[in-house]
């Protein structure tokens, strides 16, 4: 299992064929797990997942970006999905990686990228979350973070409790805005939890927190149905107002229990990825989940 994930992982990040599948339109069972190829499409998901009663946040699909023209293109394709969402009064907000938009070229490059982007979904009043990507470049995030954080008030991170720094950082974050995950790649001993088992108790703890410690909104993002109750429990157990969090979950992934948890009156939101950039992202939900392999394979055969 962890040789099939590592595997995975590493075919993630291969430079070539997330190139060479950006030509190729959603395939291999991609749609699955991806909101559209453009932000026409995705605004048509976002419309049907507001109608059964949650929010989204979206994720215009990009990695590895390491071209300043290239950069410049996320960017504005971002911008356009704010443009839209304003115009379509759909309820969604914001996730950015920060390599999108020319982190690996220049600090600085990035950040200009990014304040436009603040500051195009603040004059519409949507909060924008900065997705946490792999350990590499976690300390150019969190700074990114705290800069910004002294200019915005609509932005926030991510914190994956298979990492270290995530105990004092959800302190240090307890009043901001947080989404709160496990984690999706592979990071060293030296910097992260390796056993599931210790993961899944960091992560309870980290979100338990968040909630009490402070007055930030946290994010709830997993699919774990066993960390969900027993979260819901806490909540309920400790008084903790239902407006102060929210479930989250990825498109495609278990979604009638997102509205069982819609059902008993708890807030939840979907994280959309949309865009042709699609091969990264869909090879960490197959090293995640490995049945995910069967849609692959469906693909395949059907063509
Ligand atoms: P897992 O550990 O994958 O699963 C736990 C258990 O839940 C499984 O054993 C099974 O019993 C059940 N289960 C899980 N999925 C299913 C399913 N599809 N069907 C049936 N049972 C299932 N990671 C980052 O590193 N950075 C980010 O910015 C980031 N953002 C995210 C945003 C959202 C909204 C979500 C949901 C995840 C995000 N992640 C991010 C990914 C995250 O770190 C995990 O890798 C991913 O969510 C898998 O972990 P899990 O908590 O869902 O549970």
Redesign the pocket.
């Known amino acids: 299992m962890g040789l099939f994930r590592d595997t995975v992982i590493q075919l993630s990040e291969n430079k070539t064929l997330n190139d060479l599948t950006k030509q190729m339109g959603l395939k291999f069972g991609a749609r699955k797990f991806v909101g559209g190829v453009d932000t026409e499409e995705a605004i048509e998901t976002f419309k049907s997942i507001n109608a059964d009663g949650m929010s989204v946040?979206f994720d215009n699909l990009g990695e590895f970006i390491t071209d300043t023209m290239d950069a410049t293109y996320e960017k504005d394709l971002i911008l356009e999905m704010i443009k839209a969402i304003d115009e379509h009064k759909v309820n969604a907000h914001c996730?950015v990686k920060l390599t999108q938009i020319g982190l690996d070229i220049d600090y600085e490059f990035c950040k200009t990228n990014f304040r436009e982007i603040l500051e195009a979904a603040k004059q519409v009043g949507i909060f924008v979350n900065i997705?946490?990507?792999s350990y590499r470049v976690y300390d150019a995030t969190m700074r990114m973070l705290d800069e910004m954080l002294e200019e915005f008030d609509n932005v926030g991170t991510?914190l994956?409790s298979y990492l270290f720094d995530s105990e004092e950082d959800v302190i240090k974050h307890k009043d901001e805005r947080v989404?709160i995950?496990?984690?999706?790649?592979k990071e060293d001993p030296s910097v992260a939890l390796q056993e599931?088992e210790s993961i899944?108790i960091a992560?309870e703890e980290l979100i338990k927190k968040h909630l009490t410690e402070g007055t930030g909104f946290t994010?709830i993002?997993?699919?774990?149905?066993?960390?969900i109750y027993n979260i819901m429990d806490f909540v309920e157990r400790e008084n903790i107002d239902k407006d102060t969090f929210e479930f989250?979950?990825?498109y495609g992934?278990?979604y009638d229990l997102a509205k069982q948890i819609v059902k008993k009156g708890y807030s939840m939101?979907i994280?959309v990825p949309y865009g042709n950039d699609w091969y990264a992202y869909f090879m960490?939900r197959i090293a995640?989940?490995p049945q995910n392999v069967n849609l692959l394979v469906k693909d395949l055969m059907d063509n």
């Open positions: 946040t996730s997705d946490m990507e991510v994956q989404r995950v496990k984690g999706a790649y599931r899944d992560f994010s993002a997993t699919h774990d149905h066993n960390i989250q979950m990825l992934f278990r939101c994280y960490r995640e989940r």
